[in-house]
């Protein structure tokens, strides 16, 4: 328990940090010109269409058939594949510079190698010309949690090997059709919490887990699967890059990442072990990958707590990793408390959480129940739909930790948003302030330093969300429903970030006034 005098002087500290940080004034021209600011889905989330014109199953169908997301699936989501067009019309008055969006593996090569589906690829090329006959850049991830259900019954998918292979053929594929036009590749979304959710804790598809760790396991191993399917993703992940700098960036002229699910993590305390415990979970959430990416191998801690079940890397496939990307993808959505739980190194048999050895909290009351990620609460509570925390300090700390421990790589904000329960209302004030807090802070790091280039809002529309299914959302415009067109409405934050995006040369000052103007419009027009 902490005292109530630690809380307020908590309560202290992050009032004068704000102050510090000036975050308000701002405009869209403070930022470089070829930065770019955008917002994303991804396939699985926002198509539908899902049994059409020959897609075949994703891991993420099989996974919500099951009834595991809330009973929710993708079969009709936001029913982007009919609507596509109308959709970019929405961004072009939305003023996006930029739409970050997946390819549906499935869709495109329906048993995860072999023929490509002649429909899928036109559907691509569709959205791909829509997108750059309005001017908006098509930054394209590969890899979105949804590989082919085909591969996962071939050969447990990320379990295995072939994968690299199978991987870098589509991804060639997609380098061959679509890269004459599109310049930003991201291989895996949010590759650290794939392995995490899907081979640890099982909440994310394909759901592999095994008693005592995670919920309901049926098949799985949280000991060995999280790492060993990590060394296929980096192998693969390289496998691809390497193809496409070899075959592909001459002529091209486009750059090659990965995404990570990225934090700011603090020290519940000022305790020396709640110091050291911070950088180790540091080292397990983010260097797992990053140290791989930069300097070819694991970090030392993961070596010594995990011993024998994480994979070596041959020198060969650590030359083939160090260095295989142009940039680094983040999704940053909330800061996270560490505490030290060293006595979970005691356990007989460990996963991936008793490895690190920490308890992870959004929250700072040492009573709220320990919850992994801001994903886990909602497994553990379904009904609830907490915001998260709004800490723009952090992101800018986790930008400057980029800079200091991996040499400041060029970077793109992929994610970052707030989350609403779903249908609350179309004056998501707490969405602009949070949205306003975060690129503010994004200023300050470049600012000061800091290499990112692009930032990309969470989510454009109001799509099936991994955990929640279709009760939170964190989209700028609202999609309803009940409504057999599924309209989209959009929301206070939709209004707000066009204007920052439309008006260049005003400052804050017009944001914040906007607020207020936008408010007392949206009581007068969109009150439901
Ligand atoms: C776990 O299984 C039980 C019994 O089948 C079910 O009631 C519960 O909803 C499941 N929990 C999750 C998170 O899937
Ligand atoms: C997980 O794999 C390890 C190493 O192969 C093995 O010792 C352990 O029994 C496996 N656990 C389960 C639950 O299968
Ligand atoms: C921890 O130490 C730092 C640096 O000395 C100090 O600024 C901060 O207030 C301390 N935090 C807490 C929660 O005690
Ligand atoms: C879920 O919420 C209920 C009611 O708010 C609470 O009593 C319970 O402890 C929560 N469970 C978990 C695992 O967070
Ligand atoms: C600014 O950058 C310098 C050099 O990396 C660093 O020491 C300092 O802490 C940074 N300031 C902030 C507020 O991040
Ligand atoms: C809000 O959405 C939830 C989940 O889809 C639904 O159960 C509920 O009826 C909706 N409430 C309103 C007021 O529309
Ligand atoms: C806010 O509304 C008032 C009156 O409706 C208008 O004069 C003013 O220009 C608006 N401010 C902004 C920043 O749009």
């Not at 310049?183 to 650290?192: D, G, K, P, V």
């Not at 192998?235 to 990442?257: P, T, V």
């Not at 990965?258 to 603090?266: R, T």
Request: charge should be negative.
């Amino acid at each position: 328990m902490l005292s109530l005098s630690y809380f307020f002087l908590f309560l202290l500290i992050n009032i004068s940090v704000v102050e510090v940080l000036g975050v308000d004034k701002f405009s869209r021209d403070d930022f470089p010109p070829d930065f770019v600011f955008g917002s994303g889905t991804s396939a699985y989330q926002v198509e539908g269409a899902a049994n059409e014109d020959g897609r075949g199953p994703s891991i993420w169908d099989s996974f919500s058939h099951s009834g595991k997301m809330h009973g929710a699936n993708g079969d009709i989501a936001c029913d982007q594949y009919h609507k596509y067009k109308d959709d970019v019309q929405l961004m072009v008055d939305t003023g996006l510079e930029a739409y970050r969006f997946s390819i549906s593996w499935s869709r495109l090569i329906p048993n995860g190698r072999g023929p490509v589906n002649p429909k899928g690829l036109q559907y691509y090329n569709n959205l791909i010309n829509e997108l750059s006959s309005n001017g908006i850049q098509p930054h394209v991830t590969l890899h979105h949690n949804d590989f082919p259900q085909a591969l996962e019954d071939k050969y447990g998918g990320w379990l295995s090997r072939e994968m690299v292979k199978d991987f870098t053929a589509y991804a060639d594929v997609c380098f061959r059709n679509f890269g004459d036009r599109v310049l930003h590749w991201a291989t895996m979304n949010e590759a650290n919490v794939f392995a995490i959710g899907s081979y640890n804790g099982g909440y994310l598809p394909p759901g592999h887990c095994s008693s005592p760790f995670g919920i309901n396991c049926t098949r799985g191993n949280s000991s060995t699967e999280p790492y060993l399917a990590t060394h296929h993703i980096l192998l693969a992940h390289a496998s691809a890059a390497r193809l496409y700098k070899e075959k592909y960036q001459k002529q091209q002229h486009g750059f090659i990442g990965i995404n990570l699910l990225a934090f700011g993590l603090h020290p519940l305390t000022n305790k020396t072990k709640d110091v050291i415990a911070t950088q180790r979970a540091m080292d397990f959430l983010i260097g797992w990958y990053a140290d791989p990416l930069v300097y070819g191998d694991y970090p030392d801690v993961m070596k010594k707590n995990v011993g024998s079940r994480l994979p070596a890397f041959t020198n060969l496939e650590s030359n083939l990793v160090k260095g295989s990307f142009d940039f680094l993808g983040l999704n940053y959505y909330a800061m996270i408390y560490i505490k030290d739980d060293s006595s979970k190194l005691n356990m007989e048999v460990r996963d991936f959480d008793a490895d690190m050895a920490v308890s992870l909290s959004v929250f700072r009351d040492e009573t709220e129940v320990e919850y992994y990620l801001p994903y886990r609460a909602a497994i553990q509570n379904d009904t609830s739909v907490n915001e998260f925390p709004t800490t723009p300090w952090a992101l800018q700390e986790l930008l400057e930790y980029f800079k200091q421990a991996y040499g400041n790589p060029p970077i793109y904000i992929h994610e970052n948003g707030q989350k609403t329960q779903r249908n609350s209302s179309l004056e998501d004030e707490s969405r602009v302030n949070y949205l306003h807090g975060h690129i503010g802070a994004l200023l300050d790091a470049l600012r000061n330093g800091s290499n990112t280039r692009g930032y990309f809002q969470w989510a454009f529309l109001d799509v099936l969300e991994l955990l929640d299914g279709y009760e939170s959302s964190f989209g700028l415009y609202y999609v309803d429903l009940d409504d057999p067109d599924l309209k989209r409405q959009p929301k206070l934050s939709a209004h707000w970030y066009s204007h920052f995006l439309k008006t260049k040369g005003v400052s804050s000052d017009g944001f914040i006034k906007l607020e207020k103007n936008l408010t007392a419009f949206s009581h007068a027009h969109f009150s439901r």
